[in-house]
């Protein structure tokens, strides 16, 4: 499956909604590398990319082979990014959901940040802890560079609670200051 460079986000999604349907089949974990390599290589692409792979019913975002692993590391940064934002989109949505009385909802969006969690600890890109720790600040704070992120997405105080929460839980290293920033006996 060859991917354009000029991927759109819809594009993306039907993709990987192409690659994750071909997993049933004898596609080789290669193959499914490359492609996912040529989605990630952009914002739109990998955006799509997690938006479907992580949201499935297809399990293999829950035990993502080494192949896989080796894909979303081709592109560290977009890849680390879009990662720390799904960890807290996915945290705040499980509120959201709740307080709606929609648990299906919620459990998805749980399980969105489990596979989410499970793709940083395996991938171990260090462009996240950095990103983490100033989404992190800015949940905290309000200011910050993500502060916009947050705004946009209208996030209420005990959403960006959890969304410090779940950094400091999956990201310990986020909470510590930086070996720089650390008072020198």
């Known amino acids: 499956?060859?991917?354009?460079?000029?991927v759109t986000f819809e594009e993306a999604i039907a993709f990987t909604q192409s690659l994750l349907?071909?997993?049933?089949?004898?596609?080789?974990?290669q193959a499914i590398a490359e492609?996912?390599?040529?989605?990630?290589?952009?914002?739109?692409?990998?955006?799509?990319?997690?938006?479907?792979?992580?949201?499935?019913?297809?399990?293999?975002?829950?035990?993502?082979?080494?192949?896989?692993?080796?894909?979303?590391?081709?592109?560290?940064?977009?890849?680390a990014e879009l990662l720390v934002k799904n960890l807290a989109m996915s945290a705040a949505m499980a509120i959201s959901h709740r307080r709606k009385g929609n648990e299906e909802m919620a459990q998805g969006s749980d399980r969105v940040r489990s596979r989410t969690t499970h793709l940083i600890q395996q991938l171990k890109l260090p462009q996240v802890r950095e990103l983490a720790q100033a989404l992190r600040e800015s949940a905290i704070t309000g200011?910050?560079?993500?502060?916009?992120?947050?705004?946009?997405?209208?996030?209420?105080?005990?959403?960006?609670?959890?969304?410090?929460?779940?950094?400091?839980q999956v990201i310990p290293e986020a909470t510590s200051p930086s070996p720089m920033t650390t008072p020198h006996d």
């Open 21 to 29: 349907n071909q997993t049933a089949t004898d596609k080789s974990q």
């Open 143 to 168: 200011e910050g560079s993500y502060k916009t992120f947050l705004q946009r997405w209208n996030y209420d105080t005990e959403q960006r609670q959890v969304i410090s929460q779940v950094i400091a």
């Open 35 to 79: 492609t996912i390599t040529q989605l990630v290589k952009t914002e739109k692409g990998a955006r799509g990319f997690f938006v479907t792979y992580l949201t499935s019913d297809n399990t293999l975002a829950d035990n993502p082979s080494p192949e896989v692993v080796q894909a979303l590391q081709s592109s560290p940064t977009i890849v």
């Open 1 to 6: 499956m060859s991917i354009p460079e000029s």
